[in-house]
Nanobody, 118 residues
Framework: QVQLEESGPGLVKPSQTLSLTCTVSGGSITTNYYDWSWIRQPPGKGLEYMGAIRYSGSTYYSPSLKSRTSISRDTSKNQFTLQLSSVTPEDTAVYYC??????????WGQGTLVTVSA
């Protein structure tokens, strides 16, 4: 049974870089054909797909966030990481990591609230 857990700071200052890590247990992030994704949900708004890292290590991002987003991984720790640069209060959201890609998000972490505020 694959489980995912997000971790990282709950408060980030404007203009800084938000960095979150997703630790995966019960399965490998290099398992063939699976993507590993980041999704967020601002307060009172819908879910927004941010991007993913593939089992091969390649990445893809939402066009609206591509210029500020980077997803990487540490296979030795079975973790993948989200970095979002130049954050503003509009980036305040619950951030989720998930197994799967667009259209097939199979297993989700519990989510972590990140607030952008001075």
């Amino acid at each position: 049974q694959v489980q995912l857990e997000e971790s990282g700071p709950g408060l980030v200052k404007p203009s800084q870089t938000l960095s979150l890590t997703c630790t995966v247990s019960g399965g490998s992030i290099t398992t063939n054909y699976y993507d590993w994704s980041w999704i967020r949900q601002p307060p009172g708004k819908g879910l927004e797909y941010m991007g993913a890292i593939r089992y091969s290590g390649s990445t893809y991002y939402s066009p609206s966030l591509k210029s500020r987003t980077s997803i990487s991984r540490d296979t030795s720790k079975n973790q993948f990481t989200l970095q979002l640069s130049s954050v503003t209060p509009e980036d305040t959201a619950v951030y989720y990591c998930a197994k799967g890609g667009v259209g097939y998000l199979e297993v989700w972490g519990q989510g972590t609230l990140v607030t952008v505020s001075a």
